[in-house]
Nanobody
């Protein structure tokens, strides 16, 4: 079992920045992909960014050039640096971690971008 603890959400003005963190409990053995998803009110959960164990990254088109995902495998932690935030980035952001064949979700952290 893996528990994910997210932090870093909050209220920020349009154009501002936030950094999200997600720490996974337990051994790093078997952890492969780590990523972030988000769900805005009334919308489906969507992919934001992922990073594989080898360091390959993938971003949603809507965040390319503004968000950067990174990981510290020694700490079982994944980060999401969010710059140039827009009101449409407002959502609950969820951490997702793949360990062996199982995907684990965090409880989410709210990001609110004011216009």
């Amino acid at each position: 079992q893996v528990q994910l603890v997210e932090s870093g959400g909050g209220l920020v003005q349009h154009g501002g920045s936030l950094r999200l963190s997600c720490a996974a409990s337990g051994s790093s053995s078997g952890i492969n992909a780590m990523g972030w998803y988000r769900q805005a009110p009334g919308k489906q959960r969507e992919l934001v960014a992922t990073v594989t164990g080898g360091g390959s990254t993938h971003y949603a088109d809507s965040v390319k050039g503004r968000f950067t995902i990174s990981r510290d495998s020694a700490k079982n932690t994944v980060y999401l640096q969010m710059n140039s935030l827009k009101p449409e980035d407002t959502a609950v952001y969820y951490c997702n971690v793949q360990k062996y064949a199982i995907f684990y979700w965090g409880k989410g952290t709210l990001v609110t971008v004011s216009s």
